[in-house]
């Protein structure tokens, strides 16, 4: 089993939509979690973190952290054509390193 | 201001080759990494350094050698290069452990 599992995608969503985005990891120690943007030919970037369960909101961002479910997804509001880019999720155990998953890419169609 | 830099950008080379790639970061960060990111995307740590010690080593082939001067370098040394090795190199530096890191713009290495 994977440490961190994403939906492989491509998901392709119009623009103004919500994309959804999904993410799922093995250890139940976990600490805390981010989502990363890389555009093609670039590096990532981060866009979120989130460390408590829940939902946290970044203007048209939102993460959503169910750490009983071992679960984290980001959703993307009102999506437009530069968020077409792939979707790291990214997970630390505490212990320096970061686990990726594949990434999930993001087409927004104009 | 680069926050983290690395040199070069493109490396083409052939197999057998000794090559070095370098990496700075002018965030005060005590913490600097190497990861590789493969032609499926997947990004995968290599080597860790936390205040210019040694912390993470996954499982990577003798053949690559990290090696951090300061905390505001960590260089990567690649002897004997083959096919395989084909990658994006991405160096990254954070904080603590669960601070979010910041990326390099990579090297991109091609061996022939």
């Known amino acids: 089993q994977k440490e961190v599992e994403q939906n492989s995608g491509p998901l392709s969503v119009p623009e103004g939509a919500i994309a959804s985005l999904n993410c799922t990891y093995s250890?139940?120690?976990?600490?805390?979690f981010f989502w990363y943007r890389q555009y093609s030919g670039k590096s990532p970037e981060l866009i979120m973190f989130?460390?408590?369960?829940g939902d946290k909101e970044d203007g048209r961002f939102t993460a959503q952290l169910n750490k009983a479910s071992q679960y984290v997804s980001l959703l993307i509001r009102d999506s437009q054509p530069s968020d077409s880019a792939t979707y790291l999720c990214?997970?630390?155990?505490?212990?320096?390193?970061?686990?990726f998953g594949a990434g999930t890419t993001v087409t927004v169609r104009a | 201001d680069t926050a983290v830099s690395q040199t070069p950008k493109y490396l083409v080379t052939q197999m057998g080759n000794d090559k070095s790639i370098k990496c700075e970061q002018n965030?005060?960060?005590?913490?600097m990494y190497w990861y590789k990111q493969d032609s499926k995307k997947f990004l995968k740590i290599m080597f860790s350094?936390?205040?210019?010690?040694?912390?993470i080593n996954e499982t990577v082939p003798n053949r690559f050698s990290p090696k951090s001067p300061d905390k505001a370098h960590l260089n990567l040394h690649i002897n004997s290069l083959e096919l395989g090795d084909s990658a994006v190199y991405f160096c990254?530096?954070?904080?603590?452990?669960?601070?979010?890191?910041?990326f390099g713009p990579g090297t991109r290495l091609l061996v022939l």
């Open positions: 990254a530096s954070g904080l603590a452990t669960q601070e979010t890191q910041y």
């Open positions: 250890d139940r120690g976990s600490q805390s």
């Open positions: 989130i460390y408590s369960n």
């Open positions: 990214a997970v630390n155990n505490n212990d320096y390193k970061l686990s």
């Open positions: 965030l005060g960060h005590d913490t």
């Open positions: 350094y936390n205040n210019k010690e040694l912390i």
